[in-house]
Nanobody
């Protein structure tokens, strides 16, 4: 059974930076994509950033130029570097590993950006 463990969330002032990590335990095979989602209070969950098995990335328009997704295949880990954070980035962030026959979610980590 695969488990995803996230770390790196917290409280930061606007303009600051945080780096989220999501490490998978267990065997990962037939991976299609790693992604980061977020859900702010009263809002729908949205895809923030994703990176495919081939290395292609995509970002939500609201974070382009500020967030960077990357991965370490040897460690089965995906990262989200968040710079120039804004109060509207406040949300619970969850990582997702999408495989051909399954997908896995992290437990979620709170990111709070104060103005």
């Amino acid at each position: 059974q695969v488990q995803l463990v996230e770390s790196g969330g917290g409280l930061v002032q606007a303009g600051g930076s945080l780096r989220l990590s999501c490490a998978a335990s267990g065997s990962i095979s037939r991976l299609i994509r790693m992604g980061w989602y977020r859900r702010a209070p009263g809002k729908e969950r949205e895809l923030v950033a994703a990176i495919t098995n081939g290395g292609s990335t995509n970002y939500a328009d609201s974070v382009k130029g500020r967030f960077t997704i990357s991965r370490d295949n040897a460690k089965n880990t995906v990262y989200l570097q968040m710079n120039s954070l804004k109060p509207e980035d406040t949300a619970v962030y969850r990582c997702n590993f999408l495989l051909i026959y399954n997908d896995y979610w992290g437990q979620g980590t709170q990111v709070t950006v104060s103005s």
